[in-house]
């Protein structure tokens, strides 16, 4: 059957049916993130993966704009994933994001910022890896380590992360190429404390600095690498 | 004993953990009363096996720390659904007749739940041809479609007999 402008509905209808067969496979590998990288460890949302959608009548759409998996790390530290399916305009710029991105990483968060009593969650905001990713720098760089310090106003204490093209994943959470280098975003988003922060990353990492860390082909090769 | 769930996790925490009770219940089979022989009760093995969607690691670590006897701790077995997927897809291979049958519809039955590990996106095939002005000429007709007729008596609209005639009035 040929196309044509009247078509556009079975186009529409066929797109559909392809999101909604990205969500179900972005759901095992979240499942499989569980078992590869979450290691048994809690985590911090539970089986929630998802929010800020909006039930109302009056909307501009009604679907997820990404999902988030964190793992809490202990001492204020998660390991994080975030699917950004699109960019709406009222997050950012859609250009950004011409197709769905995996992002994972390593969050730090200040002990300043931690409520009294409060666990990693009090600290953690479910969308946090995708602000160090879209928020970090003038320009989302792809298959690229990226660390960031102080960011969201302190909380953060510092960060790094790496995004790929989800549907470059092809199976064990292998992720197609590899970072090529590192660069920092220290202070990305509060260009006042760079400097000074961009020590504090190196501080805070095990292996003394994300620079050089190699060259991850897989979501948990980037964690041991960390 | 298997503990299956699909959209849930573990039930109950401390003495009401729901694997706990579980493998209590364990230890006192004899006095079950089951449908089966004393020489099949004799024979079998006990286990307990938590059967899930996601890796319960977690839950099944929970419940041993909540165990003080190490003879039910190591009668407890976790699996997940994608792993009689993947079981029933190796077996399949090397089975025939109604074996192969109904491991083929074990393993169909499961992936259509999507309760399969993840083995990469699939590539839908998509329709092209389309651009975005052939998108625009169709709002302009649908801009053309007629409004339906509003009764301007009773406002109702939906559908073509008024509603005083659905009455038989």
Redesign the interface.
């Known amino acids: 059957m040929s196309l044509t402008a009247s078509d556009y509905g079975l186009q529409i209808g066929q797109a559909l049916k392809a999101v909604a067969r990205l969500h179900a496979d972005t759901s095992k590998l979240l499942l499989d993130c569980d078992k590869h990288i979450g290691k048994r460890r809690r985590s911090v949302f539970g089986s929630f993966v998802t929010r800020d959608l909006t039930y109302n009548v009056k909307a501009d759409f009604w679907m997820p704009e990404g999902v988030y998996r964190f793992y809490d790390a202990g001492s204020l530290m998660v390991d994080a994933l975030t699917v950004t399916f699109f960019m709406p305009e009222r997050s950012g710029d859609p250009e950004a994001v011409p197709q769905s991105i995996l992002t994972v990483g390593r969050i730090q968060y200040a002990d300043s910022a931690r409520t009294k009593g409060g666990d990693v969650k009090s600290v953690c905001d479910p969308w946090d890896l995708w602000l160090a990713f879209f928020r970090g720098g003038s320009k989302p760089q792809f298959q690229t380590i990226l660390e960031g310090a102080d960011l969201a106003d302190g909380r953060i204490a510092w960060a790094c992360w790496i995004a790929v093209p989800l549907v470059s994943i092809s199976y064990g959470l292998a992720i197609k190429g590899s970072a090529r280098h590192s660069e920092s975003l220290a202070g990305g988003l509060d260009a006042d404390g760079g400097d000074q922060l961009t020590h504090g990353v190196h501080q805070g990492l095990s292996s003394g600095s994300v620079v050089g860390v190699g060259h991850p082909n897989s979501a948990p090769t980037f964690f041991e690498h960390q | 004993m298997i503990e299956a769930k699909l959209e849930a996790?573990k039930s109950g925490t401390g003495e009401n953990d729901q694997l706990l009770r579980y493998s209590f219940l364990l230890r006192r089979l004899a006095e079950l009363d089951l449908p089966m022989t004393t020489y099949d009760l004799q024979r079998s093995a006990k286990a307990l096996l938590f059967l899930t969607?996601?890796?319960a690691?977690?839950e099944i670590?929970e419940t041993v720390e909540l165990c003080d006897d190490p003879e039910l701790e190591s009668l407890l077995f976790r699996v997940q659904w994608?792993d009689i997927t993947a079981a029933a897809n190796a077996c399949r291979l090397e089975a025939s007749g109604n074996a192969r049958t109904i491991l083929q519809d074990i393993a169909s039955f499961l992936i259509r739940r999507?309760l399969?590990?993840?083995?990469?996106?699939?590539?839908?095939?998509?329709?092209?041809?389309?651009t975005w002005d052939?998108?625009h000429?169709?709002v302009a007709?649908f801009a053309r479609l007629p409004i339906p007729h509003l009764d301007t008596d009773s406002g109702y609209f939906y559908g073509s007999r008024r509603p005083d005639r659905l009455n038989g009035e």
Do not use: I
């Open positions: 996790g969607p996601h890796d690691s977690a670590l994608q999507n399969e590990y993840f083995s990469g996106f699939a590539r839908l095939s998509l329709p092209t041809g389309m052939g998108f000429s169709s007709s």
